[in-house]
């Protein structure tokens, strides 16, 4: 089994910056890509930034590209998301996901992730 835990969360100006980070423990799947969605109340969850835990290939959502930057620590088993230049439509719970099955491509649906963290919940006040 795997275990995802977030933290990094809090409440934060527009304009400003936060990062989020996400360990991993249990088995280690370090050929498999791991990514970050978010859900805003009332809206489906949806991607934000993903990326293969080997090579270091990433993919943003159209929303994100240019303010956040997915990264990781292989030594840790930890993946941050490092958002810059936050907006209030950036107020979601974010939850980290990790697919368990290599892929070749970086997949972007909810549905391709098998285990998820608890979420953390990011406020941008305006």
């Known amino acids: 089994q795997v275990q995802l835990v977030e933290s990094g969360g809090g409440l934060v100006q527009a304009g400003g910056s936060l990062r989020l980070s996400c360990a991993a423990s249990?088995?280690?799947?370090?050929?498999?890509?791991m990514g970050w969605f978010r859900q805003a109340p009332g809206k489906e969850r949806e991607f934000v930034a993903a990326?293969?835990?080997?090579?270091?290939?990433?993919y943003y959502a159209d929303s994100v590209k240019g303010r956040f930057t997915i990264s990781r620590d292989n030594a840790k088993n930890t993946v941050y998301l490092q958002m810059n230049s936050l907006k209030p439509e950036d107020t979601a719970v974010y939850y980290c996901?990790?697919?368990?099955?290599?892929?070749?491509?970086?997949?972007?649906?909810?549905?391709?992730?098998?285990?998820w963290g608890q979420g953390t919940q990011v406020t941008v006040s305006s």
């Open positions: 996901a990790l697919r368990s099955r290599y892929s070749y491509y970086i997949p972007t649906g909810a549905n391709e992730y098998d285990w």
């Open positions: 249990g088995r280690t799947f370090t050929m498999n890509p």
């Open positions: 990326m293969q835990w080997s090579g270091g290939s990433t």
